[in-house]
Structure formats: C-alpha cells, structure tokens
T-cell receptor
Framework: DGGITQSPKYLFRKEGQNVTLSCEQN?????MYWYRQDPGQGLRLIYY???????QKGDIAEGYSVSREKKESFPLTVTSAQKNPTAFYLC???????????FGPGTRLTVL | KQEVTQIPAALSVPEGENLVLNCSFT??????LQWFRQDPGKGLTSLLL?????REQTSGRLNASLDKSSGRSTLYIAASQPGDSATYLC?????????????FGKGTSLLVTP
C-alpha cells in the first residue's frame, strides 16, 4: 500500500514534556512538510524538507524541531518551548516541485 | 505576505443544488492553486490543481476556475450530494528562496442536507 502514515493518532502531553510525532511515507517523494491546524483555521506551515539532511523553517517554527535522516521519515518534535501546542498536526509530501501535496491522516495533540 | 480568503465560511444547501465556493488571494505571482477536501478529524484530500497558466480544471462534478490577474478562484460543485458535506480548503503555491510552499485559506464548511 502506498501512502503516508502518521502516529500516534492521538497524543497527550503534560506541560514541560517534549513529544515526537511520526510521519512515514512510501511514495518515494523527495519533499515532506509539517502543518499545524487549529479549530476554524487554515493550515500553517511549521517545517519542510526538500531533500534528505536538509530542512527549512516555515511560518511558525518556534518551539518545534525536525530531522530528515531518511527519505521516508520526517519526525516532528514538539518541545516544552511551544507554549500552545494543542492542535491537529498534518504531514504532507510531494515530488518537491510545485506539485500536488498528499496528506497523512493527522495526529491530534492535547496538552493536559 | 500572501493572504488567502475563502467565502462563505459556511454553507448549507439541499441535495441536488449546484453551488459555488470562492477563494481570493492577494499576490498573483502564484505557481498554482489547489483545492482540497477535509472530512472532520481527517487529513486533506486533493481535489483539483490548476496551474497558473490554466483557466480551469474539471474532475467529475467538480470544476475549478482561476483568474490569476484578479486573484480569484471558484470551485463549482454540480448536483450536490450529502456525501459532499465536508470542509473545502483553497491553497496557493508560491516559491520562496527555500522552495515551494502552500498558503491556505480557512476553508468553507459545506453541509448538504437530504
């Protein structure tokens, strides 16, 4: 099955904890993206990566970190520096050109 | 900064009606415009992509138009069905020195009633 998987589906974090969201793809796409979605809002770009071992900050990168050690994987860490992390997080991929982006099913993060 | 606006924010129509969703953007230097569908609690599904050189794209009952010079796009849904109920998101693709990125509108929430 080709596609994008995100895990876990639901994640609960205590204040002061770092948590890592997983995004894996087997579409052989070069580019991967992380977005955040708040209720009634559009998606906002956190980080993106055009190739392995390279990534760029998006509009709201503060309090987040990423790595891109493998083409298939682009994990997102939500650090304790992110003051309002409760949101729906979406991972996307494409070929790296101005092409259609394909989205994973999302992870809902809640801070307790 | 590119601003993307979608009107209306919410829409309720009876089954069988034709409807139009609107999207406007402030910077016409776009590479393409993409329409997505999002069901509650789910990821996004791509519906249509219109290149900046194109005027429209069609897929089944969906037709999207693009007027880049005026910064407008419309998504036309023919013969609406209850299964069309979802949030529809418009996004414009821009290029920066870091690569291509999408700027999203806040979406139109559509309810089609039987």
């Amino acid at each position: 099955d080709g596609g994008i998987t995100q895990s876990p589906k639901y994640l609960f974090r205590k204040e002061g904890q770092n948590v890592t969201l997983s995004c894996e793809q087997n579409l052989n796409h070069d580019a991967m993206y992380w977005y955040r979605q708040d209720p009634g809002q559009g998606l906002r770009l956190i980080y993106y990566s055009q190739i392995v071992n390279d990534f760029q900050k998006g509009d709201i990168a503060e309090g987040y970190s990423v790595s891109r050690e493998k083409k298939e994987s682009f994990p997102l860490t939500v650090t304790s520096a992110q003051k309002n992390p409760t949101a729906f997080y979406l991972c996307a991929t494409n070929t790296g050109a101005a092409d259609t982006q394909y989205f994973g099913p999302g992870t809902r993060l809640t801070v307790l | 900064k590119q601003e993307v606006t979608q009107i209306p924010a919410a829409l309720s129509v009876p089954e069988g009606e034709n409807l139009v969703l609107n999207c406007s953007f402030t910077d016409s230097a776009i590479y393409n415009l993409q329409w997505f569908r999002q069901d509650p609690g789910k990821g996004l599904t791509s519906l249509l992509l219109i290149q900046s050189s194109q005027r429209e794209q069609t897929s089944g009952r969906l037709n999207a138009s693009l007027d880049k010079s005026s910064g407008r796009s419309t998504l036309y849904i023919a013969a609406s069905q209850p299964g069309d109920s979802a949030t529809y998101l418009c996004a414009v693709c821009l290029y920066s020195n870091s690569g291509y990125a999408l700027n999203f509108g806040k979406g139109t929430s559509l309810l089609v009633t039987p």
